[in-house]
């Protein structure tokens, strides 16, 4: 059987595995296959940030690779995510940019690894992690204005009336569409992520016979076809490992953002 032939087939197969399939339980109630691997990056968190404490606290000077890198990161969310964004008021708000970065960094890395399914994967979890965003700014811009000074402040003073009535209507509802543009840019990108790297996958499997069998003359274009799917799905990795490191970037860069607004008005 030609090889394309089966495209088809394995793809129907690829997209029915990003479905929601219980392992425990049923998928309304029971622990799904993504969340048993946003637990797993929980975990795997956990580990490096344990491991990376323990390696740190025997030496003032950082030391090693693992270290170093580590502490790269930890410094890069400080200094690119907080401090230059929120400016005097990052102290208070770096707990909860750099929690909310390693997060997604570490569900996406996990995304990577070839039949893993993180959480980020799921528009459930991205919408829960936007929640936790928009709840997290909007109590930032209550606890700093009060209540009613937060709804007051979605009008920018010095607007008469009707025009400051629609302008507020306006900004309620951008302030509301943040929630869900979060939820679906960090969804949509590694959702689309995993299914061209499953696709490429499916492409190198299928060519892969004739690199085996590449001894054979009449198998060498076949092979060369193998190789060259095979190194686009080496690129394609790669790639990916950049979007998932610019996805976890820009969601918490982007709370920052929404941080900052509530903080200067």
Known sequence: MDALSKLPEEMDALINSFMSQAIVGDTTVGLTQYI???CVAIALLFVVIFAFKKKQAKSLVPQGFF???????IEFARDDMCKSILGDT????FPFI???FFFILFNDIVGIIPGCHPGTGTMGVT????????????????????????????????????????????????????LVTLAVRLFCNMFAGHVVMGAFAILASLFFEPLLQSFAV?????????????????????VEILVAAIQAYVFTLLSAVYIQLVESE
């Open 36 to 38: 048993f691997w946003m």
């Open 67 to 73: 270290v170093n890198g580590v502490e790269y990161v």
């Open 90 to 93: 990052w102290k208070k708000h």
């Open 98 to 100: 750099a929690s909310l």
């Open 127 to 178: 919408a829960a992690l936007a929640l936790v965003s928009f709840v997290y700014f909007i109590a930032v811009g209550v606890k700093r204005m009060g209540p009613l000074g937060y709804i007051k402040s979605l009008a920018p003073e010095g607007v008469s009336f009707p025009m400051n009535a629609l302008v507020w209507v306006i900004e309620l509802f951008s302030t509301f569409l943040r």
């Open 218 to 238: 009449s198998a060498v274009p076949g092979a060369a076809v193998s190789i060259f799917w095979v190194v686009i799905l080496i690129v394609i990795y790669m």
